[in-house]
């Protein structure tokens, strides 16, 4: 098994950063492939960005520009930093990671709230 602590959210003014971080224990090998998924409140959960094996990154449009995936191996840590932050990225982030395109495992979720 593998488990997620995610870490680094809080509030912050629009325009503001913020810096998460989800770290892994437990059995990790394989091909790894890490992504950040969001969930506001009333809506349903969408995913963010992902960072393959290889390193290449992916985002979804809204956050294009503004959010870097980064990961580092050594640590079993990926990361999302958040920059220009708006009202509108205010959610539960969570992370997840996909152990060799078979079991994918779940943070608890760190709340990013976006207001002035």
């Known amino acids: 098994q593998v488990q997620l602590v995610e870490s680094g959210g809080g509030s912050v003014q629009p325009g503001g950063s913020l810096r998460l971080s989800c770290a892994a224990s437990?059995?990790?090998?394989?091909?790894?492939?890490w992504s950040w998924y969001r969930r506001a409140p009333g809506k349903p959960r969408e995913w963010v960005a992902r960072?393959?094996?290889?390193?290449?990154?992916a985002y979804a449009t809204p956050v294009l520009g503004r959010f870097t995936i980064s990961r580092d191996n050594a640590k079993n840590t990926a990361y999302l930093q958040m920059n220009s932050l708006k009202p509108e990225d205010t959610a539960v982030y969570y992370c997840?990671?996909?152990?060799?395109?078979?079991?994918?495992?779940w943070g608890q979720g760190t709340q990013v709230t976006v207001s002035s």
């Open positions: 997840s990671l996909l152990r060799s395109g078979v079991n994918e495992f």
């Open positions: 437990g059995s990790i090998s394989g091909i790894l492939v």
């Open positions: 960072i393959s094996g290889g390193g290449n990154p």
